[in-house]
């Protein structure tokens, strides 16, 4: 079946420009998170959407960093005025309920994002 | 947040069993242990997972210690498909605490 995709799969911005990077969850999943990993490292909790809900920004490095889920499903994540370090893989992950005990969590295959 | 410690790096030859260890030793009595693992230019992927029991699923076993300090995720025949970062990560439980917080993994080569 669809897993999690996520658009652009690469991005190049320059320094400055603002991005947005789009999550389609899996049909159904409630939960909604967004990783930040930089190279060579583990993924970083940015932010987690509970339906349209955003429960938890705790991770969001700065507020140039901004995520919605208007409708409970899509989700974006918007940088603004781009810097050299926000330069990292952005993983989307959804899974299917948030009460279920231990429900995986499914990730997307990241947006690519470089800034020059 | 209870913390993992695994290897950097592991390797391992092609068709031959390979058990990558994580130690938790400040672990809970319910925290669940949760394996991920990554493919190059990939998203994690779910593994398995476990809180006490030893656990066998179609991709791997996860054995857990008595005193739960520590674990170990068996691939009983690697493939080169397996090579990957193997996360370990403890995940609390109620699940008010819905994040994954991850490490940096053991690094599995596998050699043909």
């Known amino acids: 079946g669809a897993g999690v995709s996520q658009s652009p799969r690469y991005k190049v911005a320059k320094r400055g420009q603002d991005v947005a990077l789009r999550c389609d969850p899996i049909?159904?999943?409630?939960?909604l998170f967004w990783y930040q990993q930089a190279l060579g490292q583990g993924p970083e909790f940015l932010t987690y959407?509970?339906?349209?809900?955003?429960?938890?920004k705790s991770g969001l490095p700065s507020d140039r960093f901004f995520a919605e889920r208007p409708e409970g499903s899509v989700s974006t994540l918007k940088i603004q005025r781009t810097q050299q370090e926000d330069s990292a893989v952005y993983l989307c992950?959804?899974?299917?309920?948030?009460?279920?005990?231990?429900?995986?969590?499914?990730f997307g295959n990241g947006t690519r994002l470089t800034v020059t | 947040d209870a913390k993992t410690t695994q290897p950097n790096s592991m390797e391992s030859n092609e068709e031959e069993p390979v058990h990558l260890p994580c130690n938790h030793s400040?672990?809970?009595?319910?925290?669940?242990i949760h394996w991920y693992r990554q493919l190059p230019s990939q998203g994690p992927e779910y593994v398995i997972h476990?809180?006490?029991s030893n656990v066998n699923n179609r991709m791997a076993s996860l054995a857990i210690a008595e005193d739960r300090k520590s674990s170990t995720l068996i691939l009983h025949r690697a493939t080169l498909r397996d090579a990957a970062v193997y996360y370990c990560?403890?995940?609390?439980?109620?699940?008010?605490?819905?994040?994954?917080?991850f490490g940096k993994g053991t690094l599995l080569t596998v050699n043909p």
């Open positions: 959407f509970q339906n349209e809900a955003q429960l938890d």
């Open positions: 992950a959804s899974s299917l309920a948030f009460g279920q005990l231990n429900s995986p969590l499914h």
């Open positions: 400040t672990i809970s009595g319910t925290d669940y």
């Open positions: 990560i403890l995940r609390p439980n109620p699940l008010n605490n819905y994040k994954l917080t």
């Open positions: 476990g809180l006490t």
């Open positions: 049909s159904g999943h409630v939960s």
